[in-house]
Structure formats: C-alpha cells, structure tokens
C-alpha cells in the first residue's frame, strides 16, 4: 500500500495531468482536437514561460511572487518602444527589462539578507505601480498587427512560437538542472545553503542568478504575450501568480527548496493549461476558474505535506521557513 | 551544563539581547516618531489644506478602516506567519456579506453574521499554516483566491447595495463629535494591544514567533497560537469590510484590494519583525499614522496614485532591510 502511495506520488503529474485529460475529453466535445490543444499549449506558453524561472527559483530556497508585474512591465516597455526603435529591439529591451527587475530582486534578497516571499511582495507593488505609471493606466498599441498574426499561427497543426519556445526551453532547463554541475549545485542551495557555502558553493550567487533568470523569463513571457496581443497593459498578468505556483507546485517541486523537477513543470503546466481551456470551452465565468486554481493550489501542497517523509535532519529547514533568526530573545 | 554556567551563559545572552533590542527600540522608535513629525511639519508648509481640522478627520476616518486590519495582521507577523494575503478577500466578504443580508435578516445580526463568516476564511488559513504546516504566503494566497471566487460567484459579480438607512446612518455618524468608525478602530486597537502585551495569549503569541521549538517545549500550544493569529486578523478584516460597506452603501467583489498591503506596509514601516517575535499593535499603528500622512500629503500634492504605490513598496523594501539589519546588530 505504502509502496503503491509513493509510487503515486511519484508520478502524480501524469496521473493527474492524464485525468484532467480523460475529464476534459469526456465533457468538453471536440476537445482532443489538435486545434483545440494547440490552443490550449498556446495559453500554457505564457504560464509556462513564468514557471520555468520559478521552478529554478524555488529548487534554490527562494520564491518571486513579482513574475505577474514583471510580465506586464516588461510587455509594456516592449510596445511602448516599438515606434522610437523598432519591433525587435525594443522586444530586447523588454526582456532586458525583465532581467533588470529579477537582478533588483536578487540584489535585494541577496544583500539585505531578508525573505523573498516579503521582498517580491514589495516589489511586485513597486513593478505593477511602474507599469501604471508610465502607462498612464491605459493600455498601450504596438505599431505591426501583422506580427502578431505571425506569432499566433499554428504550426504542424499544433505549435506556435511561443508554445515551441517553452517546450524547447523547459527541455534544456531539465537537461541543465540533471546533468551539469552548476544544476546540481542548485538543489544543493536549496535543501541547505549554509552546508553548499561550506563544501564551496557560491550560495549566493546561485541565488543572485536564479532570480536574474526568473525575470528574464516572466519578461520573455510578457514580451511575448504582448507582441501576440500587439498590445500592453498595466493590468496583464495580474491572475498568473496562483496559476504560475500552481502549475510549478503539482509538477512536484516542493515549496521549500532542494526539490524539483523542470519536467514536472512541463507536467503541471500542461495540466493548469488544459484545466484552463476545458473551463473556457465550457464558459465557466472566471471566477468559478480562481477558485478550481486556488483549490488545486491548496489540495496539491496539502497531499505534498501528507505524502513526503516528515522527519528533516535539524538544520536542514527548507530556505523559506528557515530565516529564524536565532537571537530571538523573549525580552520583547 | 551545570546550573551555574548556564546562568552566566543566560547572563551574557540576555545582556546581549537588551543591548540589541535597545538599539533596535530606540532608532524604530524615535525614528519612527521623528518620520511623523518631519511629514506633518512638510505637509503644513506644502499644502495649506494639510493641517485643517477637516483633513485630519478624513484621515483618521480613512485610516480606521485599514487600521482594524493593521492590528490583525500584526498578531500574524508577530507569529512569525509572515502575511496573510486573503485580506481584500475576506474584506470583500465581510462588506458583501453585511450589506447582502441586511434585507433578510436586519442589519445588526447581517454584520455579525459577516464577521463570523468571514472569521471562517481565517480558520481555513489557520488550519492550514498552524496544523498542516504549509507556507502562510501560499495557503492565503490560495484561499484568498478561492473565497473571492465563492464571494463572486454568489453576487454573481455584481455590486451589492444597502438597504438599511438607519445603519448607514449610524456606520457613517459621530458619537462625541468623533465618527463611530474611529470610536470602533480605537476599541479594537485597545483590545488588540492589551490582548498581545498583557494576555497569555499575547505571550504565546511572542513566544511562538520567537523560537516556535522552544515555544512548544515550554508546552505552549504553537499550532493553535499561529492558527488563531489567523483567525484574529480575519476577524478584524471582516469587521473592517463590514464598515466598508456600511459606510460606502455598495459592496463590490473588489473592494479590498489593495488593503493587505497597506496593513503590511503599516505593520513592516512600524518595525515589526517580518520574522516574528517582536513587535506590538501601537508599533504598527505608528506605522499607520506615517503611511497614511505620507499618502495624505502626496494626494494633497497632486501625486498620481501609480508613484503612490512605488513610494510604498518602496517603504516596505526599506523597512524590511533595516529590520534585517538591525537583527543583525542584535546578534553581533
């Protein structure tokens, strides 16, 4: 029984994602048609893209809850500079916009020594309020609506660029995180930074990088979503953040750091996008789809903590919770 | 370790700790204290509508509202929950709620029935943070998404109207020349602090944020102390959305956002340790008082709402980076 549990759980991103799969096709007609899950990879795409940087991020220790304003700024400064310089480097910019906002936030996490979860809080205000400001809080055209044609096309029946991208990029991320030191290193940051600093890992640089990364990719996604829609907007990506750590939660990288896999993302992604698609087909109002998200979100950390072994070594506590200090006095 | 080395170790550590704290009181205290004065005194010269009676009313009515869910949210920082970001949900409840029942069952037992209801969100949150363990940021952030959803769905995403004058009347009127409002702000404060710096529950509350292992070997029962912390802030957060919608006549599933980060940003700018452990409910008011100023003299100025936001996140990143930093010296 308990090997069978394990063994569930091990492979729960299939189970779960061939379920959701098996459901959708039951209720939703014409759903396993290569249009309808073409459309589906599409709008995983951009979820996808966010949770490549933060399944790195979390298997580090850390978290970035900023990704959705990043996702809108970066989209924005895209479209904003497409007439001063042109699409392409202004979609450069973007991206680079993207790294710029994830280097401040690992600059901050790195040098202030303070919590991630608080600090891209705080920053993800600071990034959505950027975005408004220069927006003025309306939305902003780009110049070629045929570029956007372009990147929505289907491709072989079922890819589009960005679709493609992802799937390309999340296979490299698992290459990288399996088979090279540097990946390895990451999930030794992860399940015990002070133990990686002593055998001579460069533990904050790893998280430094991490968080560069993060943001370049939630950048990327809003670059993207931005030339698909020829539009930016300071309110894009303001829902992703739940979907984004659900997606990356139920491909079974642990919140707490040291644990993950980037082809479970690509399972969870997959899940959260064809979840997202059904409800859609089905015009469920947005609402009822938060709560379906939210509740996934819950259910799926609360098997995690019921199925994974309980006891940790002491002094192995995961990065977020770990941050106690010591000195707490009870002098207060 | 004998008796008398542990109380010269105890010695030392505790000598250590007060001269820590010392610091740590004296630089968030006065300068906390220095902050307000500097802001009212550039708000008298800048603005001559900044120091009238009327304004300072409106600031103090505008303040009470998110103030009841600053005092919330302090027991959850002080906890070591780091924040709980259901708020704008279990606001959005609470005001729903109050308004949404009035018809049907009076407006005194509607807004009972709010707050209760909306205490429920904060069980949730606490059973999932204090007894299954998972990240607080998450849990609320799921359940946050999932009660605004259920909030929705049952409006059906409309805006909800009062019915009752009478209640409005009074939620909007003075007792003494001080609007009720207030009067109930000040009550709840004053509960709030007596209930963390004079009750057991406060000393638990500080024990568990403090060092949660210790905590629990001096049979401090940690899992109900960080629930309840939980529990109390949405309690809070009910009562304050209640009077929301009291006040304003109308509910809409979106009229908390935004509140949970002017609580934290209030809690953090008054120096309560993010970590837990330290802090207390006039610390975070203080808080309050300066951010509320400081938004009131930018309005007065003609600062558009987006820089509004980068000043606060702006102030969050500050004050979370001086709280590390002077944990650091505490230690040292």
């Known amino acids: ?332 | 370790m004998t008796d008398a080395a542990m109380e010269i170790s105890g010695v030392n550590r505790n000598d250590r700790f007060t001269r820590g704290s010392r610091l740590v009181d004296l630089l968030s205290k006065a300068g906390l204290v220095l902050a307000i004065l500097a802001v009212i005194l550039y708000g008298s010269f800048a603005s001559p509508a900044f120091f009238t009676a009327g304004n300072m009313l409106n600031v103090l009515t505008s303040m009470s509202i998110v103030g009841i869910v600053v005092v919330g949210m302090t027991f959850v920082l002080v906890v070591g929950g780091l924040a709980d970001l259901s708020v704008p949900a279990t606001i959005a409840c609470g005001a729903i709620l109050s308004l949404g029942l009035q018809p049907l069952i009076g407006p005194v037992p509607a807004f009972v029935l709010a707050v209760a209801l909306a205490g429920l969100i904060g069980l949730l949150n606490g059973v999932l943070v204090g007894y299954v363990g998972i990240n607080p940021i998450i849990a609320t952030l799921g359940v946050g998404t999932i009660g605004l959803g259920i909030v929705q769905a049952a409006v059906g995403g409309v805006i909800v109207y009062g019915s009752n004058t009478a209640s409005a009347e009074f939620a909007k009127g003075r007792l003494l020349g001080i609007p009720v409002v207030v009067l109930i702000f000040l009550a709840v404060a004053l509960i709030g602090h007596f209930a963390l710096s004079r009750s057991f529950w406060g000393r638990w509350t500080l024990a568990t944020g403090g060092n949660y292992s210790a905590a629990e070997a001096s049979a401090v029962p940690v899992k109900a102390v960080k629930a309840g912390a939980f529990v109390i802030t949405a309690l809070a957060s009910g009562i304050s959305g209640g009077l929301l919608g009291l006040t304003l006549q109308s509910a809409r599933p979106l009229i908390g956002s935004g509140y949970e980060f002017s609580a934290i940003t209030a809690v953090v700018v008054g120096g309560v340790s993010i970590i837990g452990g330290f802090g207390s409910v006039p610390r975070a008011i203080a808080g309050l008082v300066f951010v509320q100023l400081l938004t009131n003299v930018m309005v007065l100025q003609g600062v558009r709402t987006p820089i509004q936001g980068f000043v606060l996140g702006t102030l969050i990143v500050g004050a979370v980076g001086m709280d590390a930093a002077l944990r650091k010296r505490g230690v040292a």
Do not use: C
């Open chain 1, 1 to 332: 029984m308990m090997r069978l549990l394990v063994l569930a759980s091990q492979y729960r991103v299939l189970i779960i994602l061939g379920l959701t799969l098996v459901v959708s096709a039951l209720v939703v007609p014409g759903y396993l048609a290569p249009s309808t899950l073409g459309l589906g990879l599409d709008r995983a795409a951009t979820i996808g893209l966010i949770a490549i940087g933060l399944t790195l991020l979390l298997i580090a220790g850390q978290i970035d809850l900023s990704g959705g304003a990043v996702f809108a700024l970066a989209g924005i400064v895209s479209v904003i500079l497409q007439r001063e310089i042109g699409i392409l480097p202004a979609a450069l910019v973007g991206i680079l916009v993207g790294a710029v906002a994830g280097a401040i936030n690992g600059a901050l996490v790195v040098g202030l020594k303070v919590n991630s979860l608080v600090l891209t809080l705080a920053t993800m205000l600071i990034f959505r309020s950027l975005a408004h400001w220069v927006t003025n809080s309306q939305p902003v055209t780009g110049t070629d609506i045929m570029l956007s044609l372009a990147l929505a096309k289907i491709y072989l029946e079922i890819f589009t660029i960005r679709s493609a991208l992802f799937i390309v990029l999340i296979v490299l991320l698992h290459v990288w995180l399996t088979r090279t030191i540097p990946g390895r290193n990451v999930f030794a940051v992860g399940s015990n930074p002070a133990a990686a600093k002593e055998s001579g890992i460069a533990s904050d640089r790893i998280v430094f990088l991490g968080f560069v990364f993060a943001g370049t990719l939630a950048g990327l996604a809003g670059v993207l979503q931005s030339l698909v829609t020829n539009t930016g907007s300071p309110v894009f990506g303001s829902e992703l953040t739940v979907a984004v750590i659900a997606a990356v939660v139920v491909g079974g990288t642990r919140l707490e750091g040291g644990r993950g896999s980037a082809l479970g993302t690509l399972g969870g992604v997959l899940t959260i996008g064809s979840l997202t698609i059904a409800m859609e087909f089905q015009s469920i109002p947005a609402y009822v789809q938060q709560v379906v998200s939210g509740l996934i979100l819950i259910l799926l950390v609360v098997l995690d903590r019921a199925v994974t072994t309980k006891g940790r070594a002491p002094g192995t506590r995961p990065a977020l919770v770990r941050d106690k200090p010591i000195t707490q006095g009870g002098n207060v």
